[in-house]
């Protein structure tokens, strides 16, 4: 079963710069895209940015476009989530997941990690 593991959260201030990386198992047809989901106590999951594997295509949310970056490295089985300019408003719980097919819905997405903390302070 393919596995992904997040990691690089923590409690920074506004302004402040954060790179999540995510690790999966395995890449396959199933592992098509990437993506990154957040979600802060009391409200619904929100997609944050997504990329393809093969094209490198990338996709963002509105809130976060000029300030988040996703890549990947295909060699480390690794996806990146590079945030500046945090602010409080992202603060929540990232979520790394993966499914074959592009989307913006967490709905369409088959494997999820365990999630890493974001606290980012005023």
């Known amino acids: 079963q393919v596995q992904l593991v997040e990691s690089g959260g923590g409690l920074v201030q506004a302004g402040a710069s954060l790179r999540l990386s995510c690790v999966v198992s395995?890449?396959?047809?199933?592992?098509?895209?990437m993506a990154w989901f957040r979600q802060a106590p009391g409200k619904e999951r929100e997609f944050v940015a997504a990329i393809t594997w093969s094209t490198s295509r990338t996709w963002y949310v509105d809130s976060v476009k000029g300030r988040f970056t996703i890549s990947r490295d295909n060699a480390k089985n690794t996806v990146y989530l590079q945030m500046n300019s945090l602010n409080p408003e992202d603060t929540a719980v990232y979520y790394c997941?993966?499914?074959?097919?592009?989307?913006?819905?967490?709905?369409?997405?088959?494997?999820w990690g365990q999630g890493t903390q974001v606290t980012v302070s005023s």
């Open positions: 997941a993966s499914g074959k097919t592009d989307s913006s819905s967490y709905r369409l997405y088959n494997y």
């Open positions: 395995e890449r396959t047809f199933g592992t098509y895209v």
